[in-house]
């Protein structure tokens, strides 16, 4: 079946876009590799979505999935692993699993977690190392971890871990944070939290195999924190590279698009973390996936 729009990733601003495409009467596919929800189901809660204050990342998820299902979009779990433009002007995109075509696709493929990429650290990976504190959070109740990061990322996911872990050392190569200022406030008024500036993790402790600490180092020089848990929380990168023969991108990955999303290629669109833009939240996300359905409804329409 040829389908009007095929939306790769389903994060949400790939779940608005086919909202918005579904409900201009469009056939939509949505291709997701993982779980519906992108980054978004990581996020322990969300205080800033309009209207739904305090809400978990993986509820928001999960009614933004109902409402695409109940609009007869077609989800499908693959991997989209290449997009072409044929000679007809519709896309050809090949996954893991077959192949699909469309007159027009929005890429909305978001970002996966950047490693710090000290020695052993792919090894310690559940064994120590983590990079979802709601995924494994409970692993450590009653122990000492490490969050590395001064984002919001970093922020959110120590003010989770320190509702069950015994201690919370945030671990910030800046003398300050880069998040919200609201969390960080939040994260001050935690007893078991302590906040450690201008350090910089620089390798792993095991014991048998698992993690027993980390060594950081900061103006004072290297000193040991004792941790059976480091949570990673160092930013994300694109996960453009599988497009990148079909979009252009920018020197770190994303894909080059303005305020409404469309690339230099007619009939593809970009939305969410993965263009380039200045700001990187859910609501900029959901903004995207509208925008970009939008443009796609209204030059598919134009044809
Ligand atoms: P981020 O904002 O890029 O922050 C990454 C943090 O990791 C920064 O503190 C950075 O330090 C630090 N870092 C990077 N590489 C490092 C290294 N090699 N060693 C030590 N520290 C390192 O990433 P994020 O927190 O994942 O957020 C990504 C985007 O999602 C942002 O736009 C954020 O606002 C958004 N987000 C929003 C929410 C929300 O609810 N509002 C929640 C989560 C994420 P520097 O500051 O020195 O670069």
Known sequence: MLYDILVVGGGPA?????????????????????????????SPMV???????HVSGS???AKMYEQVEALGVEIVSEEAVKAEKQADGTFLVTT????????????AVGVQHRRLG???????????????????????????????????TALQDALFLANTCRSVTVVVRRDRFRGEAALAQQLR????????????????????GALSGL?????????????????????????????????ETDAAGYFAAGERCRTAVPGLYVAGDCRTKEIRQL???VGDGAVAALAACADLNAY
């Open 118 to 152: 000290l020695p052993g650290e792919d090894e310690l990976v559940g064994a120590g190392v983590s990079y979802c504190a709601v995924c494994d959070g409970a692993f450590y109740a009653g122990k000492d971890v490490a969050v590395i990061g001064g984002g919001d």
């Open 47 to 53: 205080d800033n979505y309009p209207a739904l204050p």
């Open 14 to 42: 790939g779940l608005t876009a086919a909202i918005y495409a579904a409900r201009a009467g469009k056939t939509v596919m949505l291709l997701e590799r993982e779980s519906i929800g992108g980054q978004i189901v990581y």
């Open 189 to 208: 008024a935690r007893d078991n939290v302590s906040v450690w500036f201008e350090h910089r993790p620089v390798g792993y402790v095991t014991l048998d």
């Open 215 to 247: 060594n950081v180092e900061g103006p004072g020089g290297q000193r040991m924190l004792s941790v059976e848990g480091v949570f990673l929380a160092v930013g994300q990168e694109p996960c453009s590279a599988a497009f990148a023969d079909l979009a």
């Open 283 to 285: 609501t900029t996300a």
């Open 96 to 107: 893991d699993y077959g192949a699909h075509t469309a007159r027009a696709v929005i890429l």
């Open 59 to 61: 509820e928001l998820a």
